[in-house]
């Protein structure tokens, strides 16, 4: 939980750098709950807007320990409650500490839904709900899990790589830039 929230708008390569010595300092939702603010911004300053993170980590793990007895809520409408948590951070938990397939909107998935014709939105809940309505439930996490290792991959932001894209076929912005 702790993870998802600090990878809100930063890598994973720079979230990983800081987890470990993180935890060793933190090793319980108590612990970042009563954790100094000041302390914990300067911990995790290198993932980038640490001030409101700090604050969301803190909170959310407040909130886990007074509300939920320390355990994550089941469900996202719960999750999205917690300060910090969205629904992309909601879904991924749901997929991966839940095993619960789910579609996890991130910045590549926004990217390749759209370049590839499946959705014309930029705004992600909308385009969850639309995918939802083209991708086997059973399929909806390795779907997810597809589109971030394409973005990175092949269909990155800037310069997108559809020379050796094995989708380009059937690609719409491909065939836009023909």
Same mark, same amino acid.
């Given at each position: ?5 600090? &990878?809100?708008?930063?890598?994973? @390569?720079?979230? !990983?750098? #800081?987890?470990?010595?993180? =935890?060793? *300092? ?6 970042? &709950?009563?954790?100094?603010?000041? @302390?914990?911004? !300067?911990? #995790?300053?290198?993932?980038? =807007?640490? *001030? ?127």
């Amino acid at each position: 939980m702790i993870a998802t929230i600090l &990878a809100a708008q930063s890598t994973d @390569e720079r979230v !990983n750098k #800081i987890t470990a010595e993180l =935890f060793k *300092k933190y090793p319980t939702l108590e612990s970042f &709950a009563e954790a100094n603010i000041s @302390e914990l911004e !300067n911990d #995790i300053k290198p993932v980038g =807007f640490y *001030k409101n993170k700090a604050k969301s980590i803190k909170e959310t793990a407040r909130i886990l320990v007074e509300k939920y007895n320390g355990t994550l809520p089941t469900t996202i409408e719960e999750l999205v409650k917690l300060k910090g948590v969205g629904r992309k951070t909601a879904n991924v938990i749901m997929a991966n500490i839940y095993g619960i397939p789910s579609i996890i909107v991130d910045t590549h998935c926004k990217r390749l839904s759209n370049r590839l014709g499946l959705v014309n939105s930029k705004d992600a809940t909308k385009i969850e709900f639309e995918l939802k309505k083209i991708v086997e439930p059973q399929l909806y996490t390795i779907f997810s899990n597809l589109m971030v290792y394409h973005g990175r991959a092949v269909c990155k932001a800037i310069k997108p790589r559809c020379e050796v894209c094995t989708i380009k076929d059937v690609c719409e912005y491909f065939k836009a830039r023909k």
